[in-house]
DNA sequence: CCCTGATTCGC
DNA sequence: GCGAATCAGG
C-alpha cells in the first residue's frame, strides 16, 4: 500500500499528536509496521516533535556490517500474520484485566484498549488478583508461586499473589512485567 | 523481555 | 521512495 496524502496526512498529525511510531502503525492498518511509519516520518524530516521523548543522542558507534539483507530470488509475501496472542487464561480464574489507569505504553497500550471495552466492567480492582481462596502466605510460597507481595507487609491482610509462575521466574507473567517494567521506565 | 526511535541499504 | 533488518537506548 502506497502513502496516499490520506494516510500521510494522518501520520503527520498522529506523530505531532505524540503517539509512537507503533501506534501509528495500528492506526493506519495491516500491512503498515512501525518501520514504515518511522520510515516515513524520516523522510519527511519531521523527527523531532514537541517532547524529546527519550531518543538518544544518536551517536553513530559502529555502523559496519549492516549490508545484509534477504534476497533470495522468491519474493514471497511473508503474508503478515496477526501474532497479537491473548494472555493465558489461568486455571478457574475470573476473566479479569484490569488495567484501568495504568500507565502503559504503545503498542501494548493499544491492543489493551482494544480487548477492554467490555472486559473491565468485571473486574474494578486495581490488580488481577486472586480470589481470598487462593491467597497465599509466605509459608505457601515454592518455586512456582509468584511473591509479589500484596498489601501492607506489615498488617494482618498481607499474602503474595501466588498465581503460578514458570520456572526460574519469581513472578507470575503479570507482575513479572510490573518487577522492571512499566511503572518508572523513564528515570535515570 | 518489551518497547522506543534511528540508520542503513537492497529493492 | 520504500521499509526490513539492525542498531542503540531505556
Not at 6 to 31: C, D, H, N, T
Not at 157 to 171: A, L, M, N, T, W
Request: one cysteine or more.
Amino acid at each position: 500500500m502506497g502513502w496516499t496524502e490520506e494516510r500521510v496526512e494522518l501520520l503527520k498529525k498522529l506523530w505531532m499528536e505524540g503517539l509512537s511510531a507503533s501506534q501509528i502503525a495500528g492506526v493506519l492498518g495491516e500491512g503498515v509496521t512501525r518501520n514504515a511509519v518511522i520510515g516515513k516520518v524520516h523522510r519527511l524530516k519531521l523527527s523531532g516533535r514537541s517532547k524529546p521523548a527519550s531518543a538518544a543522542p544518536r551517536v553513530r558507534t559502529t555502523p559496519r556490517t549492516p549490508a545484509r539483507r534477504i534476497s533470495t530470488g522468491a519474493s514471497a509475501a511473508p503474508s503478515a500474520p496477526r501474532p497479537m496472542g491473548t494472555g493465558g487464561s489461568s486455571a478457574g480464574m475470573v476473566k479479569q484485566r484490569t488495567m484501568v489507569s495504568a500507565p502503559m505504553q504503545g503498542a501494548t497500550a493499544l491492543k489493551i484498549a482494544e480487548e477492554m471495552e467490555q472486559e473491565i466492567e468485571i473486574a474494578p480492582q486495581a490488580e488481577p488478583f486472586v480470589p481470598e481462596a487462593n491467597r497465599i502466605s509466605l509459608l505457601g510460597l515454592n518455586e512456582h508461586t509468584c511473591k509479589w507481595p500484596i498489601g501492607d507487609p506489615l498488617s494482618a491482610g498481607f499474602y503474595f499473589c501466588g498465581q503460578h509462575s514458570e520456572d526460574g521466574k519469581p513472578y507470575c507473567e503479570f507482575h513479572a512485567r510490573r518487577a522492571y517494567h512499566q511503572v518508572d521506565r523513564k528515570k535515570r
